[in-house]
């Protein structure tokens, strides 16, 4: 099973909207992270926004909040007043266990392709 | 702030050749990672080191070797370049804390075997 789903290949958005991107995931550990990274026409990865499993509260970073809904393993991401600089493929991305070794890895979804329309 | 480098943006080679990917990073972070990333694949971890001289295998090690001598350098070896190994590689690195713990990556190599 995949441990990161990413179901949207690709989204188009009015700027000025808002668009939820969206991310499930699969874990039986009680303790792990969830990313989203955004990656633009030239290649970098950009990190956006974490959310760890104890966290109760929402994460916000500006325009990007995380809707993290723990009990369905879903962590989807919201861009609100969209720009045309947001068109990018976004990645969700999930780190198990909390600390040493092994535990730093990241599992990657497979991304959404975000078209923003002026 | 983090930076990631790498040591070609773009890279052409022939099948059977030895071809040595380079990632360095400035910031002492104690991870680093490689992956490839392919369309509609996402990315995939191929190894990554913990610590310098340690490494681990990810979910796609086969063609592939590592070297990290030095704790900024961390170098991914296709030891005889196969054209299924025709990606885009990017490296990243972190810190090696508990909790967040973000991944930093550099701008990738786009490889190409003919």
């Known amino acids: 099973a995949q441990k990161i789903t990413q179901t949207q290949p690709g989204m188009f958005v009015q700027e000025k909207e808002a668009v939820t991107l969206d991310c499930t995931y699969d874990?039986?550990?009680?303790?792990?992270?969830l990313f989203w990274y955004k990656q633009p026409s030239s290649g970098e990865m950009i990190f956006l926004i974490y959310?760890?499993?104890?966290?109760?509260q929402n994460a916000t970073e500006g325009r990007y909040s995380l809707n993290f809904q723990k009990a369905r393993k879903s962590a989807n991401l919201v861009i609100s007043a969209s720009q045309l600089g947001d068109s990018a493929m976004y990645f969700c991305?999930?780190?198990?266990?909390?600390?040493?070794?092994?535990?730093?890895?990241?599992?990657f979804g497979k991304g959404t392709l975000l078209t923003v329309n002026p | 702030d983090v930076k990631v480098t790498q040591s070609s943006r773009y890279l052409v080679k022939r099948t059977g050749e030895k071809v040595f990917l380079e990632c360095v990073q400035d910031m002492d972070h104690e991870n680093m990672f490689w992956y490839r990333q392919d369309p509609g694949l996402g990315l995939r971890l191929i190894y990554f080191?913990?610590?310098?001289?340690?490494?681990e295998k990810g979910d796609i090690p086969e063609g592939y070797s590592v070297s990290r001598e030095k704790k900024e350098r961390f170098s991914l070896i296709l030891e005889s370049a196969s054209t299924n190994q025709t990606s885009m590689y990017l490296c990243?690195?972190?810190?090696?804390?508990?909790?967040?713990?973000?991944?930093?990556f550099g701008p990738g190599t786009r490889l190409t075997v003919l």
């Open positions: 991305a999930m780190r198990e266990g909390w600390s040493g070794g092994s535990n730093y890895k990241l599992t």
């Open positions: 080191s913990y610590d310098v001289k340690m490494k």
């Open positions: 959310q760890g499993s104890y966290d109760e």
């Open positions: 990243a690195s972190s810190l090696g804390a508990s909790g967040t713990d973000t991944q930093y």
């Open positions: 874990t039986s550990d009680q303790s792990y992270g």
